[in-house]
């Protein structure tokens, strides 16, 4: 690779914000790499490892590079939620300077819950520490960050004497909020599911519907019949809801005015059909089908709720006059966990169901029931006062740095993950920064010039116990800048010299280069390689993945490795869904991987956390804006594919698999060779939600 035309940042000139100075030999550009500049630094560390937590089969990671000129649409970052003024719930790192969000403020006895402005909104990287509550809340902050206790504001950490002396979390303390209802983000709302859908509409329809047949005389006397369907909403957003999903049934419906709006009340929207075919398709939708499952259930409160529900003054309450409904509310209550009370009937047949159990029950609800209309859901106002035992159970520091958002808000605090949260520090610009986990991500990497020489002196340590280390978890070591700083010859004959087996995650094809190096260091210690390739079609590819090599170009390498008597397992990570998960994609996707010798294939379906979800979707509405609905609706209130979608993507998938022989331990019908199964136990299956995912892309 040629490395002329480069250019130098002037001496003495910071271009990497958040690095000490002390450690920044240069900054580079290059014709080669238009667009993008390399920072090399002097590295401390090279073997990082990994949180305990996490489902990965290894506990050491090493990473030459920081970001990646691959400048592919994907990467990783960490989320606390945060609870917006109108009620729903952002990942920190979605918030944005000027959103409306929940703070906390004395008034009179009580500290209530007040609507604060984001200020400022920055990201840092520090030593990260989980808090664990009674009630299973789990928090991952810096030891500086402090919450609120019912002793008063503490830090994570700190010293009862000496250096570091201040007040800090022990397991005598209570943190103030309502804390996470005792559930976690895969138990947010299946927006996506079809019987969520249908409990939906089955609630909304059956509580603020009109479905009606009516039968008329014609002019020349022959009986006839009008089908009749509308639904008049004053809030737009169930209204929308209702719409989308009756589309998604196949029933169109058609938009109008239904009232306008005056002093008292609002103007109403509605959406009609006036045809035989989609009746009979509504009303098969909301007919009662005897025992439902609880996606059924969730769908059926958040319909009847946004359509008959209220939340006002610590109270929410669903009103309805019909006996069935009333049965129905109560058993979907039951089975999803919710505490409620009777009121009623009242003067005209109307009863109320009543939430009990606090503002943590009535989070529960939302969260596992996710309503269409926010204007019901905000708790502004209301005293904080709870019963969830928020006792802090333990504090651990993970061993590992992380990136870590904060904002500074009016009010110098907010609710992350239902606990009150302090600002760490007030400022009102970005300063101190890391990188920008989107364009920065791509476009300015550091390179750890020292690496190998860092790693050959930690591995020398008595203290080494010579576990597996794996590379490319976090970014590529193969790519395209490993032409020119060539770190990994280094690493792998320190890791080979040491004796310490590793294992090697890539899309580049710059791996072909230390293959005899590989081969080698085999002979010494346990070598394991692995390639992604995740998109099988040429043209969505080079979108997704501007700078990465052709997907033709990996299935060579993984020839090159097979060829040279090494193992290559493919990682098929991750299925886009509705863009890679079709049969024929995933049938010609392994047909492909076995004619070139793989020797086992691992899959998960995208996974959007933090600092990838809003650039994934960036990408996804420009190249295809149609998708965004779809999108939006399994990833709104997730990182993860709902567990639906992906028990769905087993399904179809894991034959595949079996049928090409891409099972560890199984005999390559191409190559007649047996499939190693050492890359680790994950193999074949996909990857469970909520293990540290390496960054494939």
Not at 73 to 79: D, K, R
Not at 625 to 651: C, D, I, T, V
Request: hydrophobic letters at 40%.
């Amino acid at each position: 690779m040629r490395w002329s035309g480069q250019e130098l940042a002037s001496e003495g000139t910071s271009t990497l914000p958040g690095l000490k100075l002390g450690n920044l030999m240069r900054s580079v550009t290059t014709p080669e790499f238009a667009g993008i500049r390399f920072h090399e630094v002097v590295a401390k560390s090279a073997l990082n490892h990994v949180p305990g937590e996490s489902a990965m089969p290894f506990n050491w990671t090493i990473n030459p590079y920081r970001g990646c000129s691959h400048a592919c649409v994907f990467c990783l970052g960490a989320e606390t939620l945060v609870l917006m003024a109108d009620g729903t719930q952002k990942p920190l790192w979605d918030v944005r300077v000027g959103d409306q969000v929940i703070g906390t403020e004395p008034r009179g006895r009580y500290r209530r819950y007040v609507a604060t402005t984001v200020l400022a909104h920055w990201r840092t990287r520090k030593p990260a520490h989980r808090v664990t509550l009674a009630d299973g809340t789990r928090l991952i902050a810096s030891g500086e960050h402090r919450f609120l206790t019912d002793r008063g504001w503490k830090h994570v950490t700190g010293a009862a004497t000496g250096v570091g002396t201040r007040p800090h979390l022990t397991t005598n303390n209570s943190l103030v909020g309502f804390g996470t209802t005792g559930l976690d983000e895969l138990d947010r709302a299946p927006l996506n599911h079809p019987e969520y859908r249908r409990g939906y509409l089955t609630g909304m329809i059956r509580g603020d519907g009109h479905l009606a047949m009516h039968e008329y005389t014609r002019p020349n006397g022959t009986p006839g019949r009008v089908h009749q369907f509308r639904l008049a909403l004053a809030d737009t957003q169930a209204l929308e809801r209702s719409k989308t999903y009756l589309e998604l049934e196949g029933v169109l419906t058609a938009r109008f005015a239904f009232t306008p709006g005056n002093e008292r009340h609002r103007p109403m929207t509605a959406i009609r059909i006036a045809n035989k075919a989609a009746f009979d398709r509504i009303t098969e939708l909301v007919s009662w089908r005897g025992e439902e499952s609880l996606f059924w259930h969730r769908g059926f409160l958040a319909g009847i709720f946004d359509a008959e529900g209220s939340h006002s003054r610590g109270i929410l309450r669903i009103s309805n006059g019909d006996d069935e409904i009333l049965d129905q509310i109560r058993e979907s209550l039951d089975e999803l966990g919710v505490t409620h009370t009777t009121d009623g009937p009242n003067a005209i047949g109307v009863s109320e169901i009543r939430v009990v159990g606090g503002i943590q029950m009535r989070e529960r609800f939302f969260q596992l029931v996710g309503p269409a209309i926010t204007r019901k859901l905000s708790i502004e106002g209301m005293a904080i006062k709870s019963s969830a035992d928020l006792r802090v159970r333990s504090v651990e520091a993970l061993g590992h740095d992380e990136e870590m958002y904060d904002i500074t808000t009016g009010t110098g605090d907010f609710i992350a993950n239902g606990v009150v949260s302090h600002n760490c520090f007030a400022r009102n610009t970005h300063t101190y920064l890391d990188l920008d986990a989107g364009n920065d991500f791509d476009s300015e990497i550091v390179v750890k010039v020292n690496v190998a020489e860092v790693l050959a002196r930690e591995l020398a340590k008595p203290s080494w116990k010579h576990e597996a280390v794996a590379l490319g978890t976090n970014t590529d070591p193969y790519q395209r800048a490993e032409g020119r700083y060539r770190l990994m010859p280094g690493i792998i004959a320190a890791l080979a010299h040491s004796g310490t087996p590793f294992s090697i995650l890539t899309k580049g094809n710059l791996l072909r280069r230390d293959l005899p190096l590989l081969v080698e260091a085999s002979e010494h210690v346990p070598v394991d390689l692995a390639m992604t390739i995740a998109i099988h079609d040429d043209e969505l590819q080079g979108s997704a993945e501007p700078g990465a090599p052709a997907t033709k170009g990996r299935l060579e390498t993984v020839k090159a490795i097979r060829d040279a008597g090494l193992d290559c397992t493919v990682f098929m990570m991750p299925i886009l869904p509705y863009l890679t998960d079709t049969r024929a994609h995933l049938d010609e996707a392994l047909r492909a991987v076995s004619e070139a010798g793989g020797s086992a294939v691992m899959y998960s379906a995208l996974h959007l956390r933090p600092g990838a979800k809003e650039w994934f979707m960036a990408w996804l509405e420009r190249e295809h804006p149609e998708l965004m609905p779809r999108y939006l609706a399994m990833y709104g209130r997730s990182a993860y594919a709902p567990k639906e979608y992906r028990q769905w993507l087993a399904a179809k998938i894991k034959p595949l698999i079996r049928r090409y022989g891409l099972e560890p331990g199984t005999m390559n019908p191409t190559t007649r060779s047996l499939r190693s199964p050492r890359f680790g136990s994950l193999i074949a299956e996909e990857l469970p939600p909520g293990a540290a995912q390496p960054t494939l892309f």
